[in-house]
């Protein structure tokens, strides 16, 4: 993977100019990726998530124009789009252009379209260095940066909150892609060297330090890539709901698995007949309640405990939401196994895509070294490895 140090913005000046013709009076805005440390499959239930912005993600240099045309250009990707304001619309070719295509139908209709008469064009040069597929949320960073430097270069005044639930929209609404508000929450919400703990049905949040002294914070991409995922998703979502409706019977006045405590579920569950959908709001409500001791752990500088609960969410991922997979299991039994793992766990849908692990600074070597050999015998996979930081979450850089 390129690291954020080996993007010269002279580079990314002349790729514009390249493409536009030329770089003057361009602005650049950045939106990280980010990771999920515990939570997981809570956020569309209205449950607690505790992601954290990393220090990779999307940069987007841009250049208002006053036609009312938008050109969107990729470093890294052949698709492009010209967009006029007045008709955008989704279209399968323009790939992921329709990411940033989708913030700009939001922010044209935002406010019953109050703002829509500022917004003249711009031309866009995109470069990102979040994997792809992996559940680090490329797609919630290429959108939280679209809709950042959308409304500053038109001067508009919509708050960061804001943002975060009209990309969400681009997302469920344009794209086509039912996803809840943690992602775009931690892109654009994400502060540096914290983690922040969601209430996702209230957005209620809290920032807590993220002090994981004497251990560092390793991502591990299985490279498997997430195939069947949205169908998947879609129907761990419906399975959920199904859960709900009867949960309701007995409790009519429950908003949401979110809402659920555990003292509460225990007298409930057998309202619901299914084993399976049982097993699914098991995990739900379980994970919630790992959320809050996790976060608690952490302000206490518990980080054995903390990992653990990393542990126990990751087995409550495979063994009841069965999101995991062969080689996201295959790296938590590999990984689990070092003596210098403090934690580990799936990350994001599942299904493929990352792992995230906290290491002892003394083994992250053998840590390295011994997932990538185990993981590679066992699945003839080799996995990427992304030592990282938490950072701050979406805004403009000087240039
Ligand atoms: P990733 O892995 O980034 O696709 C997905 C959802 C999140 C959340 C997690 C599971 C999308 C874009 N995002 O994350 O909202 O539900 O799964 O916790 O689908
Ligand atoms: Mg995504």
Same mark, same amino acid.
């Given at each position: 993977m390129t690291t954020v140090s080996d993007l010269d913005i002279r580079q990314l000046r002349a790729a514009f100019a390249e493409r536009f013709g030329d770089a003057e009076g361009v602005r650049l805005f950045f939106a990280p990726g980010r990771v999920n440390l515990i939570g997981e499959h809570t956020d569309y239930n209205g449950g607690l998530v505790f992601p954290a912005a990393l220090t990779f993600g999307t940069y987007a240099l841009v250049k208002p124009r006053t036609d009312g045309l938008y050109r969107f250009r990729s470093m890294q990707f052949e698709a492009q789009a010209d967009t006029p304001a007045a008709n955008v619309t989704f279209r399968k070719e323009d790939d992921w252009a329709n990411y940033p295509k989708g913030v700009l139908s939001e922010l044209l209709s935002y406010a019953d379209g109050a703002y829509a008469a500022k917004l003249q064009g711009a031309d866009v040069l995109y470069y990102g260095n979040v994997p792809n597929g992996a559940g680090l949320s490329s797609s919630a960073s290429i959108e939280m940066a679209t809709a950042l430097a959308f409304t500053a270069i038109a001067g508009l005044d919509i708050p960061m909150l804001e943002l975060v639930k009209l990309s969400q929209r681009a997302e469920n609404r344009f794209v086509g892609v039912n996803c809840g508000i943690m992602d775009q929450f931690a892109v654009g919400m994400g502060k540096r060297e914290h983690a922040v703990m969601l209430?996702?049905?209230? /957005?209620d949040y809290e920032y807590v330090p993220f002090r994981i002294e004497g251990c560092k914070l390793i991502i591990t991409n299985t490279n498997k890539r997430r195939g069947l995922a949205d169908s998947k998703y879609n129907e761990r979502r419906q399975q959920c709901e199904d859960g709900l409706k009867w949960i309701k019977e007995k *409790?009519?006045?429950?908003?949401? *698995?979110?809402?659920?405590s555990l003292a509460q579920w225990e007298e409930v569950?057998?309202?619901?007949?299914?084993e399976l959908i049982r097993a699914r709001v098991e995990h739900v409500v379980s994970e919630d309640a790992r959320v809050l001791e996790a976060k608690d752990r952490l302000e206490q500088g518990d980080l054995a405990a903390f990992g653990k609960l990393m542990n126990a969410s990751h087995e409550s991922l495979r063994d /009841?939401?069965?999101?995991?997979g062969f080689e996201l299991d295959t790296l938590y039994e590999v990984a689990s196994a070092i003596e210098g793992c403090v934690g580990t766990r799936m990350t994001g849908a599942g299904f493929g895509g990352c792992n995230v692990s906290v290491v002892r600074d003394e083994a992250v070597d053998e840590f390295r070294r011994m997932v990538a050999e185990r993981y590679t015998a066992k699945t003839g996979l080799v996995p990427s490895f992304y030592v990282c930081d938490i950072g701050d979450g979406a805004k403009e850089l000087d240039i």
């Amino acid at each position: 993977m390129t690291t954020v140090s080996d993007l010269d913005i002279r580079q990314l000046r002349a790729a514009f100019a390249e493409r536009f013709g030329d770089a003057e009076g361009v602005r650049l805005f950045f939106a990280p990726g980010r990771v999920n440390l515990i939570g997981e499959h809570t956020d569309y239930n209205g449950g607690l998530v505790f992601p954290a912005a990393l220090t990779f993600g999307t940069y987007a240099l841009v250049k208002p124009r006053t036609d009312g045309l938008y050109r969107f250009r990729s470093m890294q990707f052949e698709a492009q789009a010209d967009t006029p304001a007045a008709n955008v619309t989704f279209r399968k070719e323009d790939d992921w252009a329709n990411y940033p295509k989708g913030v700009l139908s939001e922010l044209l209709s935002y406010a019953d379209g109050a703002y829509a008469a500022k917004l003249q064009g711009a031309d866009v040069l995109y470069y990102g260095n979040v994997p792809n597929g992996a559940g680090l949320s490329s797609s919630a960073s290429i959108e939280m940066a679209t809709a950042l430097a959308f409304t500053a270069i038109a001067g508009l005044d919509i708050p960061m909150l804001e943002l975060v639930k009209l990309s969400q929209r681009a997302e469920n609404r344009f794209v086509g892609v039912n996803c809840g508000i943690m992602d775009q929450f931690a892109v654009g919400m994400g502060k540096r060297e914290h983690a922040v703990m969601l209430k996702c049905d209230t /957005l209620d949040y809290e920032y807590v330090p993220f002090r994981i002294e004497g251990c560092k914070l390793i991502i591990t991409n299985t490279n498997k890539r997430r195939g069947l995922a949205d169908s998947k998703y879609n129907e761990r979502r419906q399975q959920c709901e199904d859960g709900l409706k009867w949960i309701k019977e007995k *409790l009519p006045q429950l908003g949401s *698995l979110g809402e659920l405590s555990l003292a509460q579920w225990e007298e409930v569950r057998s309202a619901i007949p299914d084993e399976l959908i049982r097993a699914r709001v098991e995990h739900v409500v379980s994970e919630d309640a790992r959320v809050l001791e996790a976060k608690d752990r952490l302000e206490q500088g518990d980080l054995a405990a903390f990992g653990k609960l990393m542990n126990a969410s990751h087995e409550s991922l495979r063994d /009841l939401y069965e999101v995991t997979g062969f080689e996201l299991d295959t790296l938590y039994e590999v990984a689990s196994a070092i003596e210098g793992c403090v934690g580990t766990r799936m990350t994001g849908a599942g299904f493929g895509g990352c792992n995230v692990s906290v290491v002892r600074d003394e083994a992250v070597d053998e840590f390295r070294r011994m997932v990538a050999e185990r993981y590679t015998a066992k699945t003839g996979l080799v996995p990427s490895f992304y030592v990282c930081d938490i950072g701050d979450g979406a805004k403009e850089l000087d240039i």
